[in-house]
């Protein structure tokens, strides 16, 4: 599988759409359209003029045109090509893919079989993992230029990012689109762990009237977003803080909506983040959570919520998986509602 930008349009404008996209020269070979219901999402090259469709970011099978996936450019014994990855991520001209064990030694000859097969990449980094309080990527160059520094196109937004300096996942992209597909005029959203800023920034694309706090203990990642920002020409609207989160929920400020993006440690900052939402109000939380247990962990963050630290009425008004993040946990996005005092949940 490959992770690619889209464009999703119904089926009965499919044949029409994929024609416009050949005509511009834009549409993706090597890798098949996928059908989704009544729907079907074309990969492209680069974002499509002039043609109505949802613009996305989604992982595609390779064709039957040459090679069907790197694996077949590589020659390793049997039993190692078993456990080669299927999936990778490519972040602008980057390629990053986890590899452990006995795949280790051979990391170079998968990165240059990553690198003649990905479309436009220009360097492949072994992903060692997100370390650190600044929770960045620990990516090692094995193949192509040796630089983390790219330009990454997501949702019809361009953003400079450095992935040795700042966390970047292109599996986020629906959830930044679909965020900020919610949000209403005149809201005041606060983005907490933000690193380079996607959500928000989204947002203030998205809508002109909005003004968004972004808080992130990486001063890297906060440069990141102030530049992004200015590029994008928002950046009045934005109030980038480099603060620990625990020290800026000291302060008394509310928010009509909060995004909250740190799966591994989020749950201990619930009830401080739930003060500081307005009544009527929304959170936007993302967990990791055991495959077998969704069911008590949305009664576990709703409890966390109820507590009268959290100073609200609260409802859980949805969960749903993100995408998986390990054989045994998923990343999980959680919706909740703070209501009015005048409003009965």
Not at 232 to 237: A, G, Y
Not at 322 to 331: A, D, G, I
Request: aromatic share 8%; with cysteine; proline share 6%.
């Amino acid at each position: 599988m490959t992770t690619s930008g889209g464009i999703r349009v119904p089926r009965d404008r499919a044949e029409q759409v994929r024609r416009e996209l050949l005509k511009q020269g834009v549409l993706r070979s090597g890798l098949k359209p996928l059908r989704e219901g009544d729907f079907v999402v074309f990969p492209f090259e680069t974002r499509p003029e002039g043609i109505t469709g949802e613009m996305v970011e989604v992982d595609f099978e390779a064709t039957s045109e040459g090679p069907r996936s790197y694996m077949d450019r590589l020659q390793l014994p049997p039993e190692l090509v078993q456990q080669l990855p299927s999936s990778f991520d490519v972040i602008g001209t980057i390629v990053a893919i986890r590899l452990e064990g006995d795949l280790l030694p051979y990391q170079k000859e998968i990165g240059e079989a990553l690198l003649s097969f990905v479309p436009r990449a220009r360097t492949v980094a072994v992903d060692h993992g997100v370390q650190g309080p600044t929770r960045v990527r620990a990516l090692e160059v094995v193949a192509g230029e040796d630089t983390l520094r790219t330009r990454y196109r997501e949702n019809g937004i361009d953003f400079e990012v450095d992935l040795g300096r700042v966390y970047c996942s292109p599996r986020l992209a629906r959830e930044h689109a679909y965020i900020a597909g919610l949000v209403t005029p005149g809201e005041r959203v606060l983005d907490l762990f933000c690193g380079f800023g996607p959500f928000g920034l989204t947002i203030l694309r998205k809508h002109a009237d909005v003004r968004v706090v972004s808080v992130d203990l990486n001063p890297q990642a906060i440069e990141f977003l102030r530049d992004n920002a200015r590029r994008l020409r928002v950046e009045d609207r934005i109030e980038a803080k480099c603060l620990d989160a625990a020290v800026f929920l000291e302060e008394e400020s509310s928010f009509d909506r909060v995004i909250m993006n740190l799966p591994r440690e989020g749950y201990k900052y619930l009830p401080k983040v739930g003060s500081r939402v307005k009544g009527p109000g929304w959170l936007h939380f993302y967990g990791l959570v055991p495959r077998d247990q969704q069911r008590s962990t949305e009664e576990m963050v709703l409890s966390h919520l109820t507590s009268e630290a959290a100073n609200g009425r609260w409802t859980l008004e949805g969960s749903r998986e993100v995408h998986p993040y390990s054989p045994s946990q998923l990343l999980m996005a959680f919706t909740l509602r703070k209501h009015g005092e005048s409003e009965v949940p």
